[in-house]
């Protein structure tokens, strides 16, 4: 009798391994905080190959676990310990299409990685508007899949705003076909956007088409210091009302800076501020901004500027801000959150939860950094300088995220701007989410996914 794993890798074809020094990278996530197990890894090249596998796993009852680029930062990709699930991954599903310059739309495999996207639209003159450090490995699969965010939320929107149309295989081995680029559709529930952020719940997103916007022609990038969110918030405000065309605008405390400066890079500024920020702008059309920028900063006499006058040093200041997840990694493991508020919640939000978290965990240290227009930032506790951060985390870490989480509640925020749930967040999103809402992911959980075979004990606990 043929066993359940037997019929999916006859569904895989030449595409699977079970031999363990092949799987083992795919089983701890790039924070190397969640560690699974798993039976075996297929590589479909196919949608068909995809529905086939899903067929076999479903026949089986076999647990199936999507992974893109494994640069998914909770633990969704992950297995379980258990040992019985396959990992389905979507690197042979790379394929990028012709990119359709009338229709502003390209289309590609799920397993396409991001830089390579961005650099198709460029080399046809437009722009994929959504960029983060992981760019060299992030697939759009796992983009779709944790709604992902990153660097030009502020005026493109997160990965759902970029997507036109969807393709995916769901639990039951069905291919959902929506992957035309429709500007309307208004023929009953929009079925491809619960499959968006759905971290692999709810189906194998294979094929995506995406939104372009014409390429820049002109941009300007500076750093400025300022006193506090609260100020760095009126100078986003003065920018869009004076100049426009916001692409990013990135607030990095002080000791975020003094970290990448520790990793041998050079801080911008000459005199000390307590908070920083990045600010793009980009302009499809030749619109001066550099001078404008220069300008604005001019009159809104910030702390200290730098504009950048060539690319190279747009390039450099952009690092600074890459490196800052690096060089925290490489400080030493600290209590990391994803959380968001309402943006004009959020300089009352941290100065009322920082003091209260190093208050009640002696010594700890603050670092929040990230997405300040969107509302969103990495909102991280370090441990006391001098301490075993690993055995501290251990030690304090559920304690300090009850309270953060529970502040971002009361601030009407999320636990999840970005990275998603994943297995590391379940947990919190059933003590904390809105019920109603929890009873009706359980119910659309339930009724696309009755036998649970797709990346159970993800999202929902
Ligand atoms: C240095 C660094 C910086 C980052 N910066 C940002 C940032 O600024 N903003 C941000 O939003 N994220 C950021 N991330 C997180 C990460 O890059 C994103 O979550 C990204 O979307 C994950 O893509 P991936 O291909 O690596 O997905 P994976 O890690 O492989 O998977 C992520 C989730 O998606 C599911 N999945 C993957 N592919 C599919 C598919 N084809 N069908 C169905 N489910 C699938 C997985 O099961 C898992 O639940 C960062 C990560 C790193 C390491």
Redesign the pocket.
């Known amino acids: 009798m043929t066993s359940p794993h037997d019929a999916i890798r006859a569904a895989a074809g030449d595409g699977w391994s079970d031999d363990p020094a092949t799987i083992a990278p795919h089983l701890v996530d790039?924070r190397g905080r969640v560690r699974g197990a798993a039976a075996m890894i297929v590589w479909p090249r196919s949608t068909d190959a995809v529905a086939a596998i899903v067929r076999a796993a479903a026949a089986g009852r076999v647990p199936l676990?999507?992974?893109?680029?494994?640069?998914?930062?909770a633990g969704?990709?992950t297995p379980s310990p258990a040992g019985d699930a396959v990992i389905v991954s979507?690197g042979r599903m790379t394929g990028i299409a012709a990119v359709d310059v009338a229709g502003l739309t390209v289309t590609v495999g799920?397993g396409a990685i991001l830089a390579d996207v961005q650099a198709a639209a460029a080399a046809a003159g437009l722009a994929f508007p959504l960029d983060?450090?992981?760019k060299g490995?992030?697939?759009i699969?796992?983009?779709v899949?944790?709604n992902?965010?990153?660097?030009q939320v502020v005026r493109h929107g997160t990965m759902r705003a970029q997507i036109a149309g969807l393709e995916a295989v769901l639990p039951s081995g069905a291919v959902l076909d929506q992957l035309a680029p429709l500007v309307k559709d208004t023929a009953g529930y929009d079925i491809k956007q619960l499959l968006i952020g759905a971290?692999?719940t709810l189906?194998?997103?294979t094929r995506v088409c995406l939104r372009l916007v014409p390429g820049p022609r002109d941009r300007a990038v500076a750093w400025a210091g300022v006193a506090s969110p609260d100020a760095a918030l009126a100078l986003l405000r003065r920018l869009r009302a004076e100049i426009g065309e916001v692409e990013s605008f990135e607030l990095i405390p002080a000791a975020g800076v003094d970290l990448v400066a520790a990793h041998g890079l050079r801080p911008p500024l000459a005199q000390a501020a307590p908070w920083q920020v990045l600010i793009e702008l980009a302009s499809p059309r030749a619109a001066g901004l550099t001078e404008a920028l220069t300008a604005v900063l001019a009159a809104a006499s910030p702390i200290d500027a730098v504009v950048a006058q060539s690319e190279a040093q747009a390039a450099a200041l952009w690092r600074l801000r890459e490196t800052l997840?690096?060089a925290e990694r490489r400080d030493g493991v600290a209590v990391k959150h994803d959380i968001a508020v309402p943006v004009p919640a959020l300089p009352g939000f941290v100065a009322a939860t920082t003091p209260a978290v190093e208050a009640a965990f002696a010594g700890s240290r603050v670092l929040a950094f990230g997405h300040l227009g969107d509302g969103n930032l990495h909102y991280n506790v370090r441990a006391p300088a001098g301490h075993d951060s690993a055995a501290w985390v251990a030690a304090n870490g559920a304690a300090v995220t009850r309270l953060v989480n529970d502040r971002v509640v009361a601030a009407g925020g999320t636990i999840a701007a970005?990275?998603?749930i994943?297995s590391v967040k379940a947990a919190e999103l059933a003590r904390l989410g809105d019920p109603a809402r929890l009873a009706a992911m359980r119910a659309v959980k339930a009724a696309l996914d009755p036998l649970g075979i797709m990346?159970p004990g993800?999202v929902l606990a």
């Open positions: 790039w676990v999507p992974q893109g680029g494994n640069t998914g930062l969704g990709a979507t799920a983060l450090a992981a490995s992030a697939t699969g796992g983009l899949s944790t992902a965010g990153g660097v971290e692999g189906g194998i997103v997840p690096e970005e990275h998603g994943g990346n993800k």
